[in-house]
């Protein structure tokens, strides 16, 4: 039941914490974040991203297309639940707490990635479809994928923690209930 600390998990909730809070910014501060905006110098490579995927682009800004500020909001509640897990993980007496947090914002993440991706398929590819293969896989696929991954792989490690942790207290309580009896 040591899983809540392990150092893979607490890299990766502080690394994608910071590149979350980036994206959020971003899209939450477009149109001066993008491309000729003020504030691009902090964004530049979503110059080649809002090409990629045009949730990114201008194109979506200048229909009002709210997903993209939507799941940036989401992305805030993402990293404060990361950076909660963070210092949860850190107190030994925490650690189940630790899990719950860290699974659920996992969870949150797997949901709201894979929710990304199911609005581009049913909307035929809509925002993505002009790519040639290779740059819709190395530039959208493999970065989008890495954030059902690597959180699935961290909520199915919690959750598993979780579940040890039922199981010794059932474990406990039945047997307490059987020394009862």
């Not at 035929?124 to 696929?141: K, P, Q």
């Not at 792989?153 to 040890?164: E, H, P, S």
Request: charged letters at 20%; one cysteine or more; proline letters at 2%.
């Amino acid at each position: 039941m040591e899983n809540h600390g392990s150092v893979w998990i607490k890299v990766w909730f502080f690394i994608s914490s910071l590149l979350v809070l980036w994206d959020a910014g971003y899209c939450l501060l477009r149109p001066y974040s993008m491309e000729g905006g003020k504030w691009n110098l902090l964004w530049r490579p979503y110059n080649l991203y809002g090409k990629i995927d045009k949730f990114y682009g201008i194109e979506a800004l200048n229909e009002h297309d709210g997903f993209t500020a939507a799941q940036a909001s989401m992305n805030l509640v993402e990293t404060v639940l990361n950076f909660l897990y963070l210092w949860m993980a850190s107190d030994s007496q925490k650690s189940g707490r630790a899990s719950l947090v860290g699974f659920s914002a996992a969870i949150l993440t797997v949901a709201k990635t894979v929710l990304y991706w199911l609005v581009e398929f049913f909307s035929g590819m809509r925002h993505t479809g002009h790519n040639e293969l290779i740059d819709y896989i190395l530039l959208w696929v493999i970065p989008n994928g890495a954030w059902i991954v690597v959180p699935g792989l961290i909520a199915y490690v919690l959750g598993k923690d979780l579940v040890d942790r039922l199981d010794t207290l059932d474990n406990h309580s039945n047997s307490k209930n059987k020394k009862d009896n």
